[in-house]
């Protein structure tokens, strides 16, 4: 990090990165703040510290050469005219503007962003598309000023549907659910299913469900949880406090949506569409595979009853495809 630190911010949190560097022993770090006036409880633990504090500043320049040796620190004026400056010696710079939330994605929907004042940040304005921010985008901020855990954002098969083949075939969206990417080594599964509270597979393409949870194995150190969105946080917690092993979780839930096929002429709905032999395929099983152009994780229930999970993106082709499917069966083509 740096012996001497020159910390450049608008906002309160690089404060207390400069309170836990003077804490660990970095030599009297500057805090140089544009705002003109910070909270007082700022300056009284700064100067605590031995922090020096510049209030209505900024860095204009740097020095040094393959690394920073010096800034030049000027003050700022009502205006925001910058008056003259000084240089100071440092061996770190770091800059913080404050929590700003991941918009960027919003105005590819056509949206526009709009400034907050209250927030001092832009966030999403009117939506265009059937998209739903989530997180600090939505202004859901938690306590300490990070945005609150990710939601299911968007479905795209929502208000869809696909004619009945009265008695033979029926194909629905999936209620939505949270999916979860769990990553750790097999040899850790047993440890980790006591905090997680259900089961996970011990063989690849198998499931395994508890209450209103459905695990799947895809891969020697994957597995991918299915479950209500109100579940997710508890997961979260549980693992990251009761794991003692190495494992990654991420929440997904935005990436894929599910379609259910139902019905005694399910598997002939599929294997028109699938390369898999789905006859051999057991109830209770789950796999990686390729409907047309378009990967998918599909589960077996039973031999009448299929959920497949698809990427956002190719959910209305593989829709499309089994919409076709399902007029060849009606008319016993």
């Known amino acids: 990090m740096g012996d001497r630190v020159v910390v450049a911010t608008s906002h309160d949190s690089a404060w207390k990165a400069a309170f836990d560097l003077a804490r660990a022993g970095t030599a009297g770090p500057l805090v140089v703040d544009v705002r003109p006036a910070v909270d007082g409880d700022l300056l009284a633990e700064a100067r605590g510290l031995g922090i020096e504090a510049l209030c209505g500043g900024t860095v204009t320049d740097t020095r040094g050469r393959l ?3 010096g800034v030049r620190v000027n003050s700022v004026g009502p205006s925001g005219a910058v008056g003259r400056g000084r240089w100071v010696g440092c061996d770190a710079l770091l800059m913080s ?16 962003l709009v400034w907050d004042e209250a927030s001092q940040v832009f966030l999403p304005g009117q939506a265009t598309e059937a998209c739903r921010c989530a997180g600090a985008g939505a202004r859901e901020q938690a306590a300490d000023g990070v945005g609150a855990p990710m939601v299911q954002e968007r479905n795209t098969l929502r208000g869809t549907g ?10 629905t969206p999936a209620p939505d659910c949270a ?3 769990l990553r750790l080594g097999p040899d850790d599964r047993t ?12 063989r690849i393409g198998r499931t395994g469900a508890m209450a209103r949870t459905l695990a799947l194995r895809l891969g020697p150190d994957e597995w991918y ?16 406090a009761g794991m003692p092993a190495p494992f990654s979780l991420v929440d997904v839930s935005h990436r894929e949506v599910g379609i259910e096929v139902v019905g005694p002429a399910a598997t002939l709905a599929l294997t028109s569409i699938c390369a898999l032999d789905l006859d051999a395929m057991p109830a209770g099983s789950a796999t990686r595979t390729i409907l047309d152009r378009a990967q998918v994780v599909l589960i077996e229930h039973g031999a009448d009853r299929y959920r497949i999970e698809v990427r956002q993106s190719f959910a209305d082709h593989v829709r499309g495809l089994l919409q076709a499917v399902a007029r060849g069966i009606a008319l016993d083509i």
């Open 67 to 69: 690394r920073v040796s």
């Open 97 to 112: 503007g404050g929590w700003t939330p991941s918009v960027h994605l919003f105005p590819h929907t056509g949206g526009k």
């Open 162 to 171: 696909i004619p009945d083949v009265a008695g033979r075939l029926s194909v």
């Open 179 to 181: 999916r979860l990417s």
């Open 191 to 202: 440890a980790a299913e006591i905090p997680l509270g259900f089961p996970l597979p011990d």
């Open 225 to 240: 949880p299915l479950m209500p969105p109100s579940e997710v946080e508890g997961v979260e917690r549980r693992l990251t």
